[in-house]
């Protein structure tokens, strides 16, 4: 809490001798989620969550992948889906196919799809789909 206030833009003129806007501001950033104060943590719980996201063991697939997509969809519109642009490109599997290469170009367009493909599978119960993951 300390922190959050010292990083107010208006800590050194208005909160730091004046013990009523000291309090004002508190009660505010106790009712603030911190992802609000902070935007990256939005993001980052985004991607924690769909990373850690995992098919309960009596949960059917299409639920499954309907939570998913949701957690998906927040992702995207947070990162936008060409955030894995430069890591494809630098990938060995790109790079044989030549930095102007058509298939280089869909392997860049896909690589949203395949990542989320491939976290998918991965929080899927692994005793009925993991065998996918091994292909």
């Given at each position: 809490m300390h922190t959050a206030l010292k990083e107010l833009p208006v800590f050194e003129y208005e909160i730091k001798n004046n013990p009523l806007k000291?309090?004002?501001?508190?009660?505010?950033?106790?009712?603030?989620?911190?992802?609000?104060?902070?935007?990256?943590?939005?993001?980052?719980?985004?991607?924690?969550?769909?990373?850690?996201?995992?098919?309960?063991?009596?949960?059917?697939?299409?639920?499954?992948?309907?939570?998913?997509?949701?957690?998906?969809?927040?992702?995207?519109?947070?990162?936008?889906?060409?955030?894995?642009?430069?890591?494809?490109?630098?990938?060995?599997?790109?790079?044989k196919l030549g930095s102007d290469s058509k298939a280089q170009t869909k392997m860049i367009e896909e690589s949203f799809e395949t990542f989320s493909t491939a976290v998918f599978l991965g929080g899927a119960n692994q005793r009925k789909y993991g065998s996918l993951m091994e292909r």
């Open positions: 000291l309090l004002e501001h508190i009660g505010v950033l106790m009712h603030t989620p911190m992802r609000a104060l902070y935007s990256q943590l939005g993001l980052i719980e985004t991607f924690a969550r769909l990373l850690n996201m995992r098919q309960d063991e009596k949960e059917d697939i299409l639920t499954y992948m309907e939570r998913f997509e949701g957690e998906r969809q927040v992702l995207k519109s947070l990162s936008g889906s060409k955030f894995l642009e430069v890591f494809t490109k630098n990938t060995p599997e790109s790079k």
